[in-house]
């Protein structure tokens, strides 16, 4: 079955929904004085928090760390934090940065991940968004090569951005990470020294931080010690553990 889509102008992609950024994008978004959650996530080399077929594109976006006496591979997010509307959307539910948008919301409503294919059911646009306009998929394949290339370089910047943004998580303190598929770790760092920690990072040689893992209950901390990483033992500021185990 075809897919088409047009957008409607509702304004619903634009609530609620923290927004991935790329590392440049992070910087301009704190600059113009928006707020910037991180989020982070993780794996074992033995596999433990990750579906064998996402192995390739998850190593791929992710930096090998020191935890406990083994390695792990981290996920870091920088992305746009959007309680509620977005502080570019207008009283028309317009963008006022559409020019300069972030790429993923250029790539809207497409997936960055290649292992979670559309599904109009999850996204918030409403029925008329995919009664109408121009098709975007034809047989399962995506048609508009202008957005593949969008969606090419998404995920190019998070196997670019990776290491620096390790970097900014070990100049701001942050060190804990879930395990993929158990939960998220997220921050909320203060803007001013989120900003200068991008700006250090480019100059910092990069070494590792030691990280440790927030898991939701013992049965996932026992496989994790037994893997031979560690286990968080405190709780930062400015920090919450979101667990998926309920989801």
Known sequence: MNTHFSCVGCGKCCSDHHVPLTLAEARMWAADGGTVIVLVEGFLGNGLGLPQ??????????????????????????????????????????????????????????????HIP?????????PESWEQGPALIVGGELIDQELAELIRRSRQADRDDVQAKEAVCAL????????????FTAYLPDMDAFALAIDRAAERP???????????GMDI?????????????EVPANYAFISLRAA
Not at 83 to 105: F, H, S, T, W
Not at 118 to 126: G, I, S, V
Not at 221 to 233: D, Y
């Open 172 to 183: 701001l303190g942050i060190k804990t990470t879930a395990l993929k598929g158990d939960g």
């Open 118 to 126: 559309l599904n109009p059911a999850a996204k918030d646009c409403p």
């Open 206 to 216: 990069f070494v590792a931080n030691e990280w440790v893992f927030h898991v939701s």
């Open 221 to 233: 901390a026992e496989q994790v010690l037994e893997a031979g990483a560690q286990i968080a033992t």
């Open 53 to 114: 077929q996402q192995r390739e594109h998850a190593e791929r976006r992710s930096v090998v760390v020191p935890s406990g006496n083994t390695e792990a591979f981290v996920a870091i997010t920088f992305a746009a934090y959007n309680a509620g509307r977005c502080r570019n959307l207008d009283e028309d539910n317009l963008c006022r940065i559409y020019a300069r948008r972030p790429l993923v919301c250029r790539i809207y409503p497409m997936e960055i991940n290649p």
